[in-house]
């Protein structure tokens, strides 16, 4: 018999998870209220209609959209069937009976609510202060001592908590539920609040009692990543621990759950693969307009942790599943071995940040954005005797708020190029910085302040439009060096697939021809010089799935000519990488991907083989998550080859902002050879 205390305890997680039902439907409300889903009643469960941000709509868009696609498939199949009904548990504010009878889909099926009784009594008194809400129901009782808080022909609900399998099978039975009619179970985002013994229980009588259902869940999974961390952190801050995580923390551990407790089929699909194989592309077009959006990595990883599962009873349910669904497979080969991450001792972080070494020893950041706010401030990296070490740059010019931009090196100095302050402001400078050639000559190598020169470059011919997220690189045409810019995305436009060539001695804009198929247009990719040219690999494409070809900018006597490197093995899609060349080795560090093996390590491809090997991090030594997107990096000396990371991190969804407080460095020699 459960302690006094256990009992306390439990009534306190109880309040916190109904908690949860509040944030949510104000959540709910504001896609809503920004056009991501038709819904005229949730604003009717709520004391005001505020406005998220918009990877938080975009997050709850995606979970609508889901059930809603569910649901509805599950009232196509069973159309011509007199009886049919919704047992919606831990229901909280929804609004889906109303939705559904508004839109005049409901074909006589009964919407049976369940949640704990004191939200039950809270949605009920809503409603009946309610006229839009009450006159959605033939009749409706007042509250009253049993469990049944709102009673119509087509609407019931129920205070009850659906962990307490007998009181829940007597009331649902008294409220008039049909155990032999096919019914559509939804569980959204509840039963990973129960300790598994429950909600697997739960699980278990729903396919004992209900031999013709579908059962639809959403929840969360893979905690075990960076993101998956901060995301468990969240939920045991308030106190609503993520039960199901541990025990079934991947996809095939939840199909296995659901076929081990009765259920015959069962399909599952994080978010990624239903938002991308599932929604059309028109409708994600037009979603991805509502709003100014630059937050791609933290919208992947947010979808990469939620899934929609559909598990059937009976043969007429299975029509009723998802189909199954995936991005593209891809095998590549990976290495027995771990690259080591160790952590440098200084204090540095930031999102959108980019750097260049303007010295062998001294690496220039420039741009990003921390927990202040997005800021201007220059910093250097300097490596000495005793380490790494990070001071302030005194630069003669402001370089203005910027992220997403490139730092492309020159001799003695870097160019800076375009970026972002938010999604409605590129910018659209060209910078010089160069080292002071008036400075102490201590002050480069030591941890003093550094000195630098910013020229604002006033260029002649056709710019090419303001962009951030693109890639840069120095390229050799006509015994001239030109500055190279590829992709990108800006404020009309989410991705871009122009090339520019900028002159650097004329500091001409200049048309160079070049021939061969393009890169498909991108955003978030790599560019590196090499042999005269550039190689490319990666980013983010038009369709929002993440690219991982290779091509090479070839110069010829012309101009140059794009070629496509096929590598075998090929190396896992990503995007918000880093990448650097070591002779004919493109060495690929970061980024975001689809793979749903952790995040991404380091990737090894060989240009003149065309083969590719994936390197995982060895981050035991690192104490934080570490993130690796919106991050930049520097290759340390050749005689030993090391990666510098510094920065990354992003907003967790609803969950808090992470920043890597510090920079890592990665051991390359054991991919090196």
Request: aromatic share 8%.
């Amino acid at each position: 018999m459960p302690s006094r205390d256990g009992k306390k305890q439990r009534k306190g997680s109880d309040t916190a998870v109904q908690g949860t039902n509040d944030s949510s439907v104000v959540s709910k409300a504001s896609a809503a209220a920004q056009g991501y889903f038709s819904d005229a009643f949730i604003q009717h469960f709520v004391c005001k209609v505020g406005r998220r941000a918009p990877l938080i709509n975009r997050g709850y868009y995606v979970r609508w959209k889901a059930l809603d696609h569910c649901v509805r498939r599950f009232l196509h199949v069973t159309a011509d069937r007199p009886k049919k009904q919704v047992l919606s548990l831990g229901a909280g504010f929804d609004s889906l009976y109303f939705r559904l009878h508004a839109d005049g889909v409901l074909g006589g099926a009964v919407v049976f609510e369940v949640d704990f009784p004191d939200v039950a009594r809270r949605k009920a008194a809503l409603i009946a202060a309610d006229a839009a809400l009450r006159g959605m129901l033939d009749s409706c009782l007042p509250p009253q001592a049993g469990p049944v808080q709102v009673s119509s022909s087509r609407y019931r609900l129920l205070g009850l908590d659906v962990r307490e399998e007998s009181p829940v099978e007597e009331a649902l039975s008294a409220a008039g539920l049909d155990w032999a009619a096919p019914t559509l179970i939804l569980s959204e985002v509840v039963l990973t609040y129960m300790e598994t013994r429950w909600s697997d229980a739960v699980i278990g009588w729903a396919a004992r009692l209900l031999p013709q259902s579908l059962f639809v869940m959403y929840e969360q999974i893979h905690p075990h990543d960076p993101f998956g961390r901060v995301m468990q952190d969240h939920f045991l801050k308030l106190n609503s621990t993520l039960h199901a995580l541990q025990r079934y923390p991947e996809l095939s551990a939840q199909r296995r759950r659901f076929l081990d407790k009765g259920w015959e089929c069962c399909v599952c699909l994080d978010m990624n693969d239903f938002y991308l194989g599932l929604v059309p592309q028109e409708e994600r077009d037009r979603v991805e307009s509502l709003e100014p959006f630059d937050e791609h990595e933290e919208w992947n990883q947010k979808c990469s942790h939620y899934f929609i599962l559909t598990a059937s009873r009976g043969a007429l349910m299975e029509q009723a599943l998802l189909p199954q669904t995936s991005a593209p497979s891809v095998a590549p080969s990976w290495s027995p071995a771990a690259l080591s991450v160790r952590p440098v001792p200084v204090r540095l972080e930031g999102l959108g940040l980019a750097s260049t070494r303007i010295r062998p020893q001294v690496v220039l950041l420039t741009g990003g954005s921390g927990r202040g706010g997005r800021g201007a401030e220059t910093r250097c990296l300097l490596r000495g005797q005793g380490g790494w070490s990070s001071t302030r740059v005194e630069a003669s010019a402001d370089l203005g708020e910027r992220l997403y931009h490139t730092v492309t090196p020159l001799p003695g100095g870097a160019l800076v190029y375009g970026g972002r302050s938010s999604p409605l402001r590129p910018s659209c400078d060209l910078l010089k910085v160069t080292l002071d050639p008036f400075a102490p000559p201590s002050a480069a190598g030591s941890a003093e302040e550094q000195r630098v020169q910013v020229e604002r470059m006033g260029c002649t011919g056709t710019a090419p439009p303001p962009r951030w997220r693109h890639a840069a690189a120095v390229v050799s045409h006509g015994g001239g060096d030109f500055l190279f810019v590829f992709g990108g995305k800006n404020q009309s436009e989410r991705v871009l697939g122009d090339s520019s060539f900028l002159s650097l001695d004329r500091r001409e804009w200049m048309e160079i021809p070049v021939e061969g198929a393009a890169p498909a247009a991108r955003h978030s990719h790599t560019a590196c010089s090499y042999q005269g040219g550039v190689v490319v690999f990666g980013g983010l494409g038009r369709g929002g799935e993440p690219l991982g070809d290779t091509s090479l900018l070839v110069p010829t006597e012309r101009g140059f000519c794009w070629r496509r490197v096929a590598v075998h093995p090929p190396p896992i899609p990503r995007f918000s990488h880093c990448a650097h060349l070591l002779g004919d080795r493109l060495v690929v560090v970061g980024g975001v991907w689809m793979h749903p093996d952790g995040v991404p390590g380091v990737a090894v491809i060989s240009l003149a083989v065309g083969s590719s090997v994936e390197f995982r991090l060895d981050m035991s030594s690192v104490p934080w998550p570490l993130m690796l997107h919106s991050f930049c990096s520097e290759l340390t000396d050749a005689e030993e080859p090391q990666l510098l990371l510094i920065g990354g991190g992003g907003n967790c969804f609803s969950f808090g902002t992470h920043l890597n407080p510090q920079p890592v460095c990665v051991e390359l020699r054991p991919a090196l050879g």
